[in-house]
């Protein structure tokens, strides 16, 4: 057990689910800290978002391998993580299906000028309302493999894999909570502040989200490969799905690529080095 385990387990306990709570906490920590620097970084140019959400699809990939997928594969064997990776992938689809297409992304992106398009045409008050709101659920439905992914980790009791994952999710979660307040602002959602503060909003679903996961595998051991499955499955959709492509679209794909690289550098060394 290195320095950094006995840090973590000096201020969560033992307990799997503790532990969890206090990962998902520190998840939305960083959310927090990428999503307040609108503050100081108010106009971050494109090549930068694309960069640095390169990075975080890098971080997510390999950690869904390392931290998820492999070690799912040690406890119960490969059938039942493939099993929860489809589910996973199937369940965000189907959720990404569900959200109207103004086209929100874990990017922060939104097709600003048909947002703003519709809601000159409209001159409606309650469809802007509902725009903001679909802004934050899309932002916070794409926050919660993440939080899941950590709580499962810890609730495996594996602190060796829980940790780097912990960290990695953490890291990644300040770029991307800086492209949801980026987003917010320019799409007109409010104030400098409210940005921010819809930046902070839509990843705390990571807290209770990391509670349920370590809590859900602690009361049902079995789910445990299926759940570790599923949530690497999920957020290799997101990868997919959304960053990748958004990052690409700009005309700054070497700088997203390069990103990708580098995250994926990082989530080794820290799977190795901590583990």
Not at 131 to 146: C, D, G, K, Q
Not at 249 to 265: D, N, P, Q, S, Y
């Amino acid at each position: 057990m290195n320095f950094l385990h006995q840090i973590f387990i000096d201020v969560a306990g033992t307990n799997p689910v503790l532990q969890g709570l206090v990962g998902g906490i520190v998840i939305a920590s960083l959310n927090m800290i990428g999503a307040l620097s609108v503050l100081v970084w108010r106009n971050p140019s494109e090549r930068s978002l694309d960069g640095a959400l390169g990075f975080a699809a890098g971080v997510m990939l390999a950690a869904s391998f390392t931290s998820l997928i492999l070690p799912g594969i040690e406890i119960g064997g490969i059938l039942p993580v493939m099993v929860g990776v489809l589910i996973g992938a199937l369940l965000l689809d189907r959720a990404d299906a569900w959200v109207p297409h103004v086209h929100v992304l874990i990017t922060g992106r939104i097709r600003a000028d048909e947002a703003r398009d519709a809601h000159e045409r409209s001159g409606s008050q309650h469809r802007r309302i509902a725009s903001v709101i679909l802004f934050i659920v899309a932002i916070t439905l794409h926050n919660m493999p993440e939080g899941l992914a950590v709580g499962v980790g810890f609730g495996s009791g594996n602190l060796g894999n829980a940790i780097p994952l912990m960290l990695a999710i953490g890291i990644q979660n300040v770029p991307e909570g800086l492209a949801v307040s980026v987003a917010a602002l320019n799409a007109g959602l409010g104030s400098l502040f409210y940005a921010a503060v819809t930046g902070i909003r839509a990843g705390l679903v990571e807290i209770p989200l990391a509670l349920f996961g370590a809590w859900a595998v602690q009361l049902a051991e079995p789910l445990l490969p299926y759940a570790m499955g599923f949530a690497a499955g999920a957020m290799i959709y997101v990868i997919s799905d959304e960053i990748i492509p958004e990052t690409h679209t700009k005309g700054h794909e070497r700088i997203a690529t390069l990103g990708t690289i580098l995250g994926v550098i990082v989530m080794l060394y820290l799977d190795v080095s901590l583990a």
